[in-house]
């Protein structure tokens, strides 16, 4: 007798679509308040003007890659100055520590692009096709050309958010109002195009169907934000101890939210919580990967205590410390003591301190910014009445918003005294730089025949590069080589 054949289990489960029931509440507020906030601030910036002066873009905030150059307000970027760019990012991976190991997940919650946009696309399918219970009937129902009329509606909703997030985005690359002229006359560079494409798939994508699974396969974070957490960081979470037994309960009758040795928990498993649940989990069964914190759980536990009269806070944001204390009965630690603490306060010390040190690092840079290579082949030259020349190929940039008159002479001092400076194909020792722009100059350091440069191996020396109206100066080291330099 032959024995049955087993079918394995499946290891692919057909992703169920999560449709979050509205909820009012602070939390939600503040959702509302940040997604409009950083929606406003993407959108808009753009198109904001600066005037820098004539013949500089005048947009205020610009990743200008033609001329390797970026512009925020005021504030111009160069090449060589990466490391502002550097300190930013920086400062950006110790705020998230810092938050992460405060408040948990907060920044999934409520700041990743992710989410935000996520949400923005949720909310329209709410205004299209209902709450919650009217999206599972929809959904649920057969094809049908009522269903088809909702179902274009929403993806022509999205699709036109889709479109204005990979434009906006390419406006912080170029001057905004020309794009714009060029895209919708076709004369935009192919690149530009591709790029809203790119943009306009992924958010439509990513924000309309994918969701939550980009939080649970796609994004590394969830994984990461673990060794982040202690026993003090305040995360969202279910206080079972006071909930369970979870069941119904007649009005009035005693509970563990009235006293712990009442017989029933607070829970009456209405389901709310896991209703209003962007990732579709049930915060009852503890921390999760899933899990974001948005707090939207909260708002609407919330919302049911206060209507059956029973305290808030059976789902709230609580620190793993503070579970034996509430068990016990003790009332859980304040919320500000968890977040000040030595771990936080290193992670905002370190911030602080690369915040200020940035800012003291803008203010405190020069206006020009010079570079002078001596040119080795050949070390030197010797001249028919017997001087050595050197050579030596010098960077000027000009960060200042007008063409400025520069001055290039060696500095003063006893040790350089028998020595001249000439500049290539310039009558004087001054030469004109644009605005924003950079100057490259040949110039020669002669030494006279017998003199001690000429005769000696190695001189150090210095070239000023002065600005004559505003008399910046920069100073350079470099080096005199004379014929004692190829011995």
Not at 338 to 361: C, D, E, K, N, S
Request: hydrophobic share 45%.
């Amino acid at each position: 007798m032959s024995s049955p054949e087993i079918t394995p289990p499946g290891l692919y489960a057909s992703r169920e679509p999560v449709f979050p029931r509205a909820v009012s509440g602070n939390f939600r507020t503040l959702k509302w308040v940040l997604m409009t906030l950083m929606l406003g601030v993407y959108y808009i910036t753009p198109w904001l003007r600066w005037d820098r002066g004539p013949g500089m873009p005048d947009q205020a905030v610009l990743v200008d890659l033609a001329n390797r150059r970026f512009y925020f307000f005021m504030i111009e970027i160069w090449p060589h100055e990466f490391y502002f760019v550097a300190g930013l990012l920086v400062m950006a991976g110790l705020g998230l520590f810092l938050f992460t190991s405060a408040l948990g997940r907060v920044w999934c919650g409520y700041a990743c692009p992710q989410t935000v946009w996520t949400d923005l696309f949720l909310h329209v399918e709410r205004f299209i096709e209902g709450d919650r219970n009217n999206q599972l009937r929809i959904h649920r129902a057969p094809w049908s050309l009522n269903k088809l009329r909702l179902r274009l509606s929403k993806w022509i909703i999205w699709l036109a958010i889709a479109v204005a997030t990979g434009g906006a985005w390419v406006f912080y690359f170029t001057d905004a109002p020309t794009l714009l002229a060029d895209l919708l006359t076709g004369q935009a560079h192919p690149v530009a195009y591709t790029t809203i494409a790119v943009m306009t798939a992924t958010t439509f994508f990513f924000g309309g169907f994918a969701r939550e699974q980009i939080c649970i396969y796609a994004c590394p974070w969830p994984r990461i934000q673990a060794a982040m957490l202690d026993e003090d960081s305040l995360t969202v979470g279910y206080r079972e101890w006071r909930g369970e037994p979870r069941g119904k309960i007649a009005k009035g009758e005693p509970t563990k939210g009235d006293s712990p040795t009442a017989a029933k928990g607070d829970c009456i498993d209405c389901l709310a919580c896991v209703n209003v649940c962007p990732m579709g989990i049930d915060i009852r069964d503890g921390q999760q990967l899933e899990c974001i914190t948005c707090a939207l759980c909260i708002d609407a536990c919330n919302d049911v205590m206060d209507k059956i009269g029973k305290p808030r806070g059976l789902i709230d944001y609580m620190a793993l410390k503070d579970e034996a204390a509430e068990r016990a009965g003790a009332a859980p630690k304040p919320v500000m003591k968890h977040i000040l603490r030595p771990r936080t306060m290193l992670y905002f010390t370190l911030w602080m301190g690369i915040g200020i040190a940035l800012v003291v690092a803008l203010f405190m840079r020069s206006p020009l910014d010079v570079n002078v290579t001596p040119v080795r082949n050949p070390l030197f030259v010797q001249m028919s009445d017997g001087a050595i020349r050197n050579t030596y190929e010098l960077r000027l940039r000009n960060k200042q918003g007008e063409e400025r008159q520069f001055t290039i002479r060696l500095a003063e001092g006893a040790n350089q005294a028998p020595l001249t400076l000439t500049l290539e194909g310039v009558e004087g020792q001054q030469v004109a730089v644009g605005a924003d722009q950079m100057l490259i100059q040949r110039i020669y350091v002669t030494a006279p025949r017998g003199s001690e440069p000429a005769a000696g191996a190695r001189e150090e020396i210095e070239i000023w590069v002065q600005d004559v109206e505003s008399n910046a100066r920069s100073v350079t080291d470099t080096v005199f080589n004379g014929t004692g330099a190829r011995r």
